[in-house]
């Protein structure tokens, strides 16, 4: 079992910059991928960046060069590092996890966090 939960989203100035957290309890943390994603209301959740268990990285192609994820497997924890911050970035950003170990996937999510980027 995985239990996720985000923090660190909040209300920012364009051009601005907030880091998000994904605290991880499990006992399986070093075996997960983890993934950001984010959804507007009425939209598709969508990739935002993924670390896998052995630290590479993949981000989309929207947030290249602004956003970066890593993780600290001593703390159970993935971070994205959100700069230069723009309106386009307002969403519920979602922490995802699977064991990237089994065959069947099955996704863990967080409950989300708001992050709003206005003047």
């Known amino acids: 079992q995985v239990q996720l939960v985000e923090s660190g989203g909040g209300l920012v100035q364009p051009g601005g910059s907030l880091r998000l957290s994904c605290k991880a309890s499990?006992?399986?943390?070093?075996?997960?991928?983890v993934s950001w994603y984010r959804q507007a209301p009425g939209k598709t959740r969508e990739l935002v960046a993924s670390?896998?268990?052995?630290?590479?990285?993949n981000s989309a192609d929207h947030v290249k060069g602004r956003f970066t994820i890593s993780r600290d497997n001593s703390k159970s924890t993935v971070y994205l590092q959100m700069n230069s911050l723009q309106p386009d970035d307002t969403d519920v950003y979602y922490c995802?996890?699977?064991?990237?170990?089994?065959?069947?996937?099955?996704?863990?999510w967080g409950q989300g966090t708001q992050v709003t980027v206005s003047s």
């Open positions: 995802n996890a699977y064991d990237s170990r089994v065959r069947d996937r099955y996704d863990y």
């Open positions: 670390v896998n268990a052995g630290g590479g990285t």
């Open positions: 499990t006992s399986i943390f070093g075996f997960l991928v």
